[in-house]
């Protein structure tokens, strides 16, 4: 099954009136996506996986238009993390960066979801490719990820 498939599987048994959106335009980045879309960059939620110093994966999904403040997820997560490699975000979700969907991960890891995304009623994450798209609602992305809110970032 290839990402696409795995992600519409996943969201026909969790919430099946979300639907992926495919386009022919590269999506990989949030000013991509955002273009791609006719949207603001802040309305792409763009998920980011980190490992911490234990070596424990963590994703933080936020809008796609703040920096992520280290600090205030050291404070949330209670260690210091970074940014996990490509390798690393591929064998734990999965998905490729640039098309890493909030779920329907690889292995399960704690998501959190940061209080910028709720400047919108609706944001768009990326569905398992680099040209794919997911319009959710933070409720509906709070229930589908079992996401913890939070203010990580800038």
Same mark, same amino acid.
């Given at each position: 099954?290839?990402?696409?498939?795995?992600?519409?599987?996943?969201?026909?048994?969790?919430?099946?009136?979300?639907?992926?959106?495919?386009?022919?335009?590269?999506? =990989?980045?949030?000013?991509?996506?955002?273009? /791609? +879309?006719?949207? !603001? @960059?802040?309305?792409?939620?763009?998920?980011? *996986?980190?490992?911490?110093?234990?070596?424990?994966?963590?994703?933080?999904?936020?809008?796609?238009?703040?920096?992520?403040?280290?600090?205030?997820?050291?404070?949330?997560?209670?260690?210091?993390?970074?940014?996990?490699?490509?390798?690393?975000?591929?064998?734990?979700?999965?998905? =490729?960066?640039?098309?890493?969907?909030?779920? /329907? +991960?690889?292995? !399960? @890891?704690?998501?959190?979801?940061?209080?910028? *995304?709720?400047?919108?009623?609706?944001?768009?994450?990326?569905?398992?490719?680099?040209?794919?798209?997911?319009?959710?609602?933070?409720?509906?992305?709070?229930?589908?990820?079992?996401?913890?809110?939070?203010?990580?970032?800038?």
């Amino acid at each position: 099954m290839n990402e696409i498939e795995r992600v519409r599987s996943y969201l026909q048994e969790k919430n099946p009136r979300l639907q992926i959106i495919e386009l022919d335009q590269n999506t =990989s980045t949030a000013p991509l996506a955002a273009a /791609a +879309l006719g949207l !603001e @960059v802040g309305q792409i939620a763009k998920s980011i *996986l980190f490992k911490t110093k234990s070596e424990q994966y963590l994703m933080v999904v936020s809008a796609g238009d703040v920096k992520m403040d280290s600090k205030a997820i050291k404070e949330t997560v209670g260690e210091r993390v970074r940014m996990a490699n490509p390798e690393e975000v591929y064998h734990v979700t999965g998905f =490729s960066v640039g098309g890493v969907c909030p779920f /329907a +991960l690889a292995h !399960e @890891v704690p998501i959190y979801l940061d209080e910028s *995304l709720l400047r919108y009623d609706v944001v768009y994450a990326a569905a398992g490719t680099a040209n794919t798209a997911l319009p959710i609602t933070f409720t509906e992305l709070q229930a589908i990820t079992a996401g913890r809110p939070c203010k990580v970032s800038l």
